[in-house]
């Protein structure tokens, strides 16, 4: 009859131990799950917005465009503006707002702008990060001077 129970208190420290790593691993998996579904953030264009814009209402993703020419408006002394992107083509555009110190290059009339923020029912893309694209270096000269 020792046997049996050595046999018996084995399987269940055996079976303990497998229960205790898959509890260990099944919470170690939740938890980076929620850290990194948080801290991902989606790479969107304006004709894609524009196309369907039901799709991105409330939320959060960055969008790349082409400052349209004397969109940008902030009044004197306050930190909201407001602007409006273009894609390559210019025949679509985006209207957005931005609360915020804005980089100085992002009065430049020709900047790619990387806004990252939340897309609202009201169409408007409401951004809290604002990124200005350099031009490459790399670039042609038949492309600088367009």
Not at 65 to 83: I, V
């Amino acid at each position: 009859m020792e046997v049996n129970k050595s046999s018996y208190f084995e399987k269940r420290r055996i079976l303990l131990i497998i229960l205790s790593a898959l509890i260990i691993l099944g919470s170690m998996w939740f938890f980076a799950n929620r850290v990194f579904s948080h801290s991902t953030v989606y790479y969107i264009t304006v004709d894609e917005v524009v196309n369907d814009p039901e799709l991105y209402y409330g939320d959060r993703f960055r969008v790349n465009g082409k400052l349209l020419a004397g969109s940008f408006n902030r009044e004197q002394g306050d930190t909201s503006a407001t602007f409006v992107l273009q894609n390559e083509s210019g025949s679509h555009d985006l209207k957005g707002t931005f609360t915020g110190i804005v980089p100085e290059l992002f009065f430049n009339e020709h900047s790619e702008i990387v806004a990252e923020g939340i897309y609202g029912t009201d169409g408007i893309f409401h951004a809290d990060n604002i990124i200005v694209k350099c031009p490459s270096k790399y670039a042609s000269n038949e492309t600088k001077n367009t």
